[in-house]
């Protein structure tokens, strides 16, 4: 069975979450309360540990304030 789950990526997609959220000069802490995503969990994205759901994405991206497309945008 081929392997689905793509580290590279998921690292990828959390380091522009992170650098957006550093851009726009947003602690963990706001964008877990503006998401209503969990501080760890978002801390994990933010890793590239967790494959995470789009519509967790998607409040994350409302929550920076852009277009969920913006996010893969790397």
């Given amino acids: ?3 689905i789950r793509d580290d590279n990526y998921l690292k990828s997609l ?3 979450i992170k650098d957006i959220r550093i851009q726009k ?3 963990t802490y706001e964008l877990s309360y503006e998401s209503n995503v969990s501080r760890s969990q978002i ?3 933010e890793k590239g540990s967790i494959n ?3 519509s967790t994405l998607k409040a994350i991206a409302t929550a920076l304030d852009i277009e969920l497309k913006e996010l893969f945008d790397f």
């Fill in 43 to 45: 801390n994990s994205i």
């Fill in 25 to 27: 000069n947003i602690s």
């Fill in 14 to 16: 959390g380091k522009r």
């Fill in 52 to 54: 995470t759901t789009i």
């Fill in 1 to 3: 069975m081929t392997k």
